[in-house]
């Protein structure tokens, strides 16, 4: 086992970090800013997120890499600066991690695969490999591969790490959508899906992050749960944001996605923490009640 099953081996159950691109705009992050670029523009304030969850208890943490491929970057004029940002970001996170696990983050490229994109599948488990080639380098190893849509990319990203290091944990984590018959991704994929595709690829942990709230995410685990005995993780939203004077408002308060730790973790969620709209206080709030379920 890699470092991240090792110790959920031996606590259980483990805390994860909250936001990260709401808690950076919230530092003055521009919506046509660069994230990644920020790690070499604004080290300070990006190693003061990763901090901030190291601070309250997070046993996992991310890094500032989400958009670090060069598809991504591409859109910002960075494309060739792969290698510089994710290693930027992957130490800035490491700088500061005093024992907490450090996870690469590796979100979608935003293109589509061949036939319904202009993308090979060589072409785009090529980008992945860059992207976690600079993540390793700079010492990485745990992927969380996050926010999927589409089976196939998520699989070029799962191959792209398995071919660089057979050791290392890989997380893979889908966005799921309401649908009349469940829960499906925006390219149609079902928890069920993931949950029977996944395990075969040598992912470590499932999930879902993003687009929910806590509420819906019980049933999501309960469906991952249905399907594989791998470890879950969770990442919700501070509840369905909603657009308030032209403004995306994450309304769900600490207090509230707390309350529904015990559901989440009786579902089958065995590492949890938050996406969109979530803060250090709500890492808090869902620590102390993951405390309590371990005492």
Known sequence: MGILLDRLAEKKLLVSDGAWGTQLQGLGLGSSDCPEE????????????????????????????????????????????VAEFNTAGARLSLGVAAGAVVAGSIGPTGEFIEPLGEITAAEMEAVFSAQAAALLSAGIKVFCIETMTALEEAECAVRAVRKLDPEVDIITTFTFDPAPDGFRTMMGISPRDIARALPALGVNVIGSNCGNGIAQMIEIVKLLRAEAGLPILVHANAGVPELIAGKTVFRETPQEMASRIKELVSAGASIIGGCCGTTPEHITAIKAEIDALLA
């Open 38 to 81: 920020w790690n070499l523009s604004h080290p300070e304030l990006v190693k003061a997120v990763a901090k901030s969850y190291v601070d309250v208890g997070s046993d996992l943490i991310l890094t500032n890499t989400f958009g670090g491929s060069s598809v991504k970057l591409a859109k910002s004029g960075y494309g060739d600066r």
